[in-house]
């Protein structure tokens, strides 16, 4: 399997549930992102890792919860979300943080009840 | 002001015509430059990268950077129905972060 793929594709959940969305890269690259894509909103970055290590949070609700296990996998922990949470989840990847091509994978599409 | 502004749209061009989006940021200190495309309901896909001022060619698509006037524009030849879709600007910002604007919606009409 090549490129960024992500799981669960689709996603329903209630407001006190605890769910994980997944995401990998095949790409060999040391960084990894997490945004968020709202209805007629900029894409909104979250979560920047490289090389495993958290290098920018922007003000993310604590709610979302990142994981950089290795390069390769990159997860986003979810406790008591709220339905103004509900937006397309993208992760992407690059070579490096700086000033790199970004590649996103299919995203994540959560529905918060 | 928002770092990186596009106009929403919807841009509509007849196929086979040249369809020319824009985009403004308010770094001056950008370095790279990049445009995306992205269907209803898919994630975005890079088409184009900029680095330097002038313009870059890639098939039908023609990128244009002018890091004075803060400007960085994507011109689309022979335009085709399959090109109907949203394009988002993205620019690195002063912190390396990428930032991206609303994105433009292209329709091609056959």
């Known amino acids: 399997e090549t490129g960024v793929t992500q799981t669960p594709r689709h996603l329903v959940m209630g407001m006190t549930n605890k769910k994980s969305l997944k995401c990998e890269q095949h790409?060999?690259?040391?960084?990894m992102y997490w945004y968020k894509q709202s209805a007629k909103k900029p894409l909104e970055l979250m979560f920047v890792y490289s090389l495993e290590e958290r290098v920018e949070n922007n003000s993310v609700p604590s709610r979302f919860s990142p994981e950089c296990p290795n390069s390769s996998h990159l997860f986003l922990h979810l406790h008591t979300l709220q339905p103004e949470d509900s937006a397309l989840y993208l992760c992407?990847?690059?070579?490096?943080?700086?000033?790199?091509?970004?590649?996103f994978g299919p995203g994540t599409r959560l529905t918060v009840l | 002001q928002k770092e990186v502004e596009q106009n929403s749209g919807p841009l509509s061009v007849p196929e086979g015509a040249i369809a020319s989006l824009n985009c403004t940021y308010s770094?001056?200190?950008?370095?790279?430059f990049f445009w995306y495309r992205q269907y209803s309901g898919k994630s975005p896909e890079l088409i184009m990268s900029?680095?330097?001022?002038g313009d870059k060619e890639d098939g039908r698509f023609t990128a244009q950077l002018n890091k004075a006037s803060q400007y960085v524009s994507l011109l689309i030849r022979d335009s085709q129905p399959s090109d109907s879709a949203t394009y988002l600007c993205?620019?690195?910002?002063?912190?390396?972060?990428?930032?991206f604007g609303g994105g433009t919606r292209l329709m091609v009409k056959p």
């Open positions: 900029i680095y330097s001022n």
């Open positions: 993205a620019v690195y910002n002063a912190g390396n972060m990428l930032t």
């Open positions: 770094d001056r200190v950008s370095q790279s």
């Open positions: 992407a990847s690059s070579y490096t943080v700086l000033s790199n091509e970004q590649f």
């Open positions: 790409l060999g690259h040391n960084a």
